[in-house]
């Protein structure tokens, strides 16, 4: 499947390291590799000196943010001062005193669980001017926690944005500035908006105390980024939650809607044989990595946008054509207070009226976004080959092979995880126990790389092996409960 207009977060193979992306596949970059050293313990005395050496001779290529605004309050002149004035929205002040702009409640987080918390960054405004990066800090509470951050551009006209800057409790900087695809702790790219979950890689350890973290916002994605950013101002939170228990099976809650009765009403498609094995698939993909489906609504988008959706369009635009965009939207309006994630069936995945993915996910997904595609993952399912499962008899795997194999797939997307191999043999997982296909080729298909594609994680999975490393990753996410 070839991916010249589909886009992911992409990772150029470095040595002892792999990584990728899938159904968001779409730009794979020629960029070079810089190694980062997430193996290091950040508890170390080791890891303190290779940050402080990395602050005093640091890459040029790194986002300036404008440090006047973002400076914080002397802590006794606050003190002094009595109680903070009342924060108000939009006005780009810090009325409080504490050092943060329009946290408070001016840009809503994701619905949340009872055992989920927002932290509120507030806004950083990008300046154009040359200067040392000003870090949001998140503290956190507990070994292992997991945690995601969430950028959304709140200008006028949408960049770029993505997660440069990562800095452990002991200072060590685990995300690599102007590097990003190259570093254990991906965050990932995307327009108007982007997220980095915290621990992506097995190497990477989530430890207790102060991360600091830092967004960017350009007008092209990274490869030809030049270390200034477009002047605007992003909105920054993170969602946490205590880490799962070694022993606890994890649950992914999913919102499931019918679009446009695909690839049937869903009163008749929770009741279906197909649909059974489709969730019996995914449960027993899941058990390796101590998950499985949680609490699953199944919801009619019907009516004029069940018939416009039915066959989203323009999926990779970014503007107001993006059909895949305004799906998600109308489907807000029917679960609103969801903290759950989405997901929407469809019966093709189209840009500019060509195929262009079975599945598409947010990387890095957030659980409770109604309405928002961080939120979301869609799968096309096509009527004729649901008419095919529907004559199969009740035993039948078709079903699952098909698209219980690729709902998984997506869900390994939405949980932070990239492609094993992408199609063209470039880009790899930096997941160090995940395979590798040096296959050299025009495209990796599975007959190429027999043993790999058995992998879920493969661009084009033809089975649902998944590894230890993947595992520990997704069990960091949010969005499993």
């Not at 589909?6 to 150029?12: G, S």
């Not at 040595?15 to 730009?27: D, I, K, N, Q, T």
């Not at 702009?101 to 990008?126: F, H, K, M, S």
């Not at 997660?163 to 452990?168: C, G, K, Q, R």
Request: hydrophobic share 40%; with cysteine; glycine share 12%.
């Amino acid at each position: 499947m070839a991916p010249p207009r589909r886009f992911a977060a992409a990772h150029r193979r470095c040595p002892g390291s792999a990584g990728a992306a899938w159904a968001l596949v779409a730009l794979a970059w020629l960029a070079g590799c810089t190694r980062v050293d997430d193996s290091t313990d950040p508890d170390s005395s080791s890891a303190a000196d290779a940050s402080q050496a990395s602050d005093s001779a640091g890459p040029l290529d790194v986002p300036y943010f404008d440090t006047a605004k973002d400076a914080k309050p002397d802590s006794d002149a606050v003190a002094e001062a009595g109680p903070a004035a009342k924060e108000l929205c939009g006005n780009n002040l810090d009325e409080d005193g504490d050092g943060l702009i329009d946290e408070a409640g001016c840009y809503p987080g994701p619905n949340l669980r009872a055992d989920q918390v927002w932290t509120d960054l507030g806004t950083i405004d990008l300046a154009n001017a040359a200067g040392p990066a000003a870090l949001r800090t998140f503290g956190a509470s507990v070994k292992n926690q997991g945690i995601l951050a969430v950028a959304r551009d709140i200008s006028p006209s949408k960049g770029y944005v993505w997660a440069e800057t990562l800095v452990s409790p002991s200072g060590l900087q685990v995300l690599s500035p102007g590097a990003w695809t190259t570093s254990g702790n991906r965050g990932y790219v995307g327009l108007g908006q982007s997220t980095l979950l915290f621990g992506m890689a097995p190497q990477v350890s989530v430890v207790a105390g102060p991360w600091s973290l830092g967004f960017t916002r350009a007008a092209t994605t990274p490869p030809s980024y030049k270390g200034t950013p477009l002047a605007g101002r992003l909105h920054v939170g993170v969602v946490s939650r205590p880490e799962l228990p070694i022993n606890q099976v994890g649950k992914l809650d999913l919102d499931v809607f019918c679009v446009g009765g695909v690839p049937m009403p869903c009163a008749e498609l929770a009741n279906s044989a197909p649909w059974k094995k489709i969730v019996g698939r995914i449960d027993a993909v899941w058990k390796a990595a101590g998950l499985q489906l949680g609490e699953v609504t199944l919801v009619d988008l019907s009516g004029e946008e069940g018939v416009k959706f039915k066959y989203l369009d323009n999926v990779f635009a970014g503007d107001s054509s993006n059909e895949l965009n305004a799906v998600y939207a109308a489907t807000g309006k029917l679960r609103p207070q969801s903290t759950a994630a989405t997901l929407v069936l469809v019966a093709a995945i189209q840009d500019n009226g060509v195929i262009a993915a079975a599945g598409l996910s947010q990387l890095g997904g957030v659980a409770g976004y109604a309405g928002q595609r961080l939120g979301g993952m869609a799968v096309a399912i096509q009527e004729d080959q649901w008419q095919v499962a529907l004559k199969q008899p009740p035993e039948s795997a078709y079903a699952g092979d098909v698209w219980g194999l690729v709902i998984s797939h997506e869900i390994g997307h939405f949980l932070g995880l990239w492609h094993t191999d992408e199609s063209d043999g470039s880009l790899h997982d930096p997941i160090e126990d995940t395979p590798l296909c040096d296959k050299v080729g025009e495209v990796l298909t599975p007959a190429l790389c027999p043993v790999q594609s058995k992998y879920l994680m493969f661009w084009s999975p033809k089975g649902g092996t998944l590894t230890a490393g993947q595992s520990k990753v997704v069990r960091l996410s949010p969005a499993v409960r």
